[in-house]
């Protein structure tokens, strides 16, 4: 008796976990995807997490449904965690209803998921608007023969370094080759007055002179890249530089067939399936107005009538299932550009651009916009993603914080994501930074934070004991705004009171010592996977990494040792068009764009497992932002402009110029 009134219980505990997370499934169906589900039954009915986004494949979730009764359809729509079931009776729906609900099937992994259904007055699903090609779009069947195939992937010669050697390079779960001209992934170009020795490997030039031939393609290729990509990975949705190479661009695959997204900017997604063996020809719009990429997964959508090779895959959700990615093999070729872009896609033309490329300011008006696009702006898109690659204080900073006396009121001005606020408990600290993002990052920390411009401290002259300024003072884009910003901060301090200024600097090696950052990269190999993961991503540095600048050690480190003290002043540009600084390579002017590459939320994919709606992740966007580099001497030059403060220190930190200020 007893024992079973416990099992009743029990029952009826997961019962009501069981309806809560039907009533969940419910709720997040109608939330985001407009599904309206009903309280009676009806022939047809949406099967939560029983989608192609969740790894569940059309005959597996066929036979579970035919148990219950015969079905007219089953309608999957690519990438999302449901699918519609229409049953030829009510009887066949009302079963499934009742015996499917909460019971598990096992997806192509091999994990289990748990089906929850709802009726649904009909099953429906907006058809995608286009149902061809991009314009200009080719995909060639079986251009080459497996005999072919089976050479060119014995061809490439891996070799074991994971180095910078032999134009090879190891990003993060894909390899790749370059031959004719390396690729530059930091600006998505080559160097096209350096081609590389050895031309095309023999084999690919017999091919290619067949395809002239045979006129799938126009002109010869002198690029190759050869990508090697895992299942489950993928390349973020790019257009390939206009500026760098001619119309044509050409990509064969081997090895394994994968989906690949084109995007019109209108929003309109076109998914093209690129059997084994097939080439890819992008000419016109598609080359140049489209972006093209690959979702990182392990399956893709595809037709599942047998008669589907390449091309498009339509929107007939009654005939998609997936397919297991294998490991692919690329072999893109492109043909370096000699001559400017005249496309008529200007929105996307990176040499026809409406906006000039940022350069020096000429007036503070200037350098007022270029701090407010490329250092305010770019902090506030970044901020998530900064702040998580921010964690580990620097011993210096802490030690100056740990020798102020208990009690002491400082002001961290630029103080990012708090990062230093809580390091002495004995402290007043008030941070304020430039983000709003930022600083309700410090807020969720529990830090005291404001909004402010480090040019205008909402705090009253001589009220702080002690200030920080960590790697801001080097965003603003004018020796004069530089020096009005340590002169805001020596404002806040009381006469006595001290202030502990970093900036970055231009020398990244110094008395022969390579940062810290250097030899930590070395060490982690992981780290550096992380840092290569992508043509996009090649970020500075993730965690742990120091405020300073990050270079990459396996490259040469020019000496800087022709800059000495105080000639900073001497040193112009000659174009004042800001380049966009090489990340992991040494500084060759001192105001340069560092790029940043951001990364999506690493949350995301655990959602999408459980019953978060799947869709194709966002590409990476870069962002610039400008910096300031010091000179040896230039960060003492610019206080000495102050007056009303003394130096009592200066030294150089891993990879940054520090002082340390004295109110008079
Ligand atoms: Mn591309
Ligand atoms: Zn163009």
Redo the contacts with the bound molecule.
């Keep these: 008796m007893n024992i079973d009134h416990k099992a009743v219980l029990k029952l009826n505990k997961m019962e009501k976990k069981f309806l809560r997370k039907q009533s969940k499934a419910r709720h997040v169906l109608l939330k985001h995807e407009g599904i309206q589900a009903v309280s009676y039954p009806t022939q047809s009915l949406v099967v939560a997490n029983g989608g192609l986004g969740n790894g569940v494949c059309r005959k597996q979730l066929l036979l579970a449904l035919e148990k219950c009764g015969p079905v007219e359809d089953l309608l999957m729509p690519p990438n999302k965690p449901y699918a519609f079931v229409i049953y030829q009776s009510i009887e066949g729906s009302k079963k499934a209803y009742g015996t499917l609900n909460g019971k598990e099937i096992i997806d192509d992994l091999g994990h289990k998921i748990f089906l929850y259904l709802n009726f649904v007055e009909k099953a429906q699903w907006k058809k995608l608007g286009l149902q061809t090609l991009p314009p200009g779009l080719l995909v060639v069947e079986e251009i080459i023969p497996p005999e072919d195939e089976k050479l060119l992937l014995e061809s490439i010669k891996w070799t074991g370094d994971t180095g910078n050697q032999n134009f090879q390079k190891s990003l993060k779960h894909r390899r790749v080759k370059h031959f004719g001209y390396e690729f530059h992934y930091e600006n998505n170009t080559v160097d096209k007055d350096k081609p590389l020795p050895g031309g095309f490997p023999d084999i690919c030039n017999g091919i290619l002179e067949k395809w002239l031939k045979e006129g799938y393609i126009k002109h010869k290729p002198d690029q190759l890249t050869i990508n090697e990509y895992e299942p489950g990975h993928g390349i973020p949705a790019h257009i390939d530089t206009?500026?760098a190479f001619e119309d044509e661009i050409v990509s064969l695959s081997l090895g394994s067939a994968i989906v690949m997204d084109f995007k019109h900017p209108d929003g309109v997604t076109v998914q093209v399936m690129l059997p084994r063996r097939s080439l890819l020809v992008m000419t016109g719009e598609s080359r140049?107005l489209w972006t093209h990429g690959i979702t990182p997964r392990k399956f893709d959508t595809v037709q599942a009538s047998k008669q589907f090779k390449g091309g498009i895959i339509t929107s007939d959700i009654g005939d998609l299932t997936l397919s297991k990615r294998g490991m692919r093999t690329s072999f893109t070729f492109r043909k370096v550009r000699r001559t400017p872009?005249?496309?008529?896609?200007?929105s996307?033309?990176?040499?026809?651009r409406q906006a000039p490329p940022p350069s020096l300011p000429a007036s503070s008006k200037e350098a007022l916009q270029l701090e407010q696009e490329h250092v305010h702006h770019v902090y506030d898109e970044i901020a998530r993603h900064f702040s998580s690659t921010r964690h580990s204080p620097w011993p210096r900073i802490v030690e100056f914080l740990k020798a102020l006396p208990s009690g002491s009121i400082v002001a961290d001005i630029g103080c990012g994501n708090g990062k230093y606020l809580g390091i002495n408990k004995e402290l007043y600290m008030i941070g304020c930074d430039r983000s709003l993002n930022l600083v309700n990052i410090c807020r969720e920390r529990q830090f005291q934070a404001l909004v402010c411009d480090a040019l205008s401290v909402p705090v009253r002259s001589g009220s702080c004991d002690a200030c920080i300024s960590i790697a801001v003072i080097h965003h603003f884009a004018t020796a004069e705004r530089r020096v009005e910003a340590l002169q805001e901060l020596a404002r806040l301090l009381r006469p006595g009171g001290q202030a502990l200024i970093y900036v970055w600097a231009m020398e990244q090696e110094y008395k022969n010592q390579k940062s810290k950052y250097l030899k930590e990269n070395r060490i982690s190999q992981g780290e550096k996977e992380d840092i290569n993961n992508d043509r996009f991503m090649e970020a500075l540095p993730v965690n742990q990494m120091p405020d300073g600048v990050s270079e990459d050690p396996a490259l040469s480190v020019p000496s800087t040792n022709n800059i000495k003290k105080g000639e900073y002043k001497s040193r112009k540009i000659s174009n004042s068009e800001l380049p966009v600084h090489r990340n992991r390579t040494s500084f060759h002017s001192q105001d340069v764009l560092v790029p940043w590459h951001l990364k999506g939320n690493p949350g995301k994919d655990k959602a999408v497992k459980s019953f978060g709606l799947a869709g194709c992740p966002n590409p990476s966007p870069v962002f610039h932002r400008y910096y300031h580099v010091f000179c040896d001497g230039e960060l003492e030059a610019s206080c000495q402009a102050l007056g009303d403060v003394s130096i009592l220190q200066s030294y150089y930190d891993e990879g940054n110029w520090c002082v340390v200020l004295q109110k008079v």
Excluded: K
């Design positions: 206009h500026s140049y872009c005249n496309c008529s896609y200007s996307v033309c990176d040499r026809q």
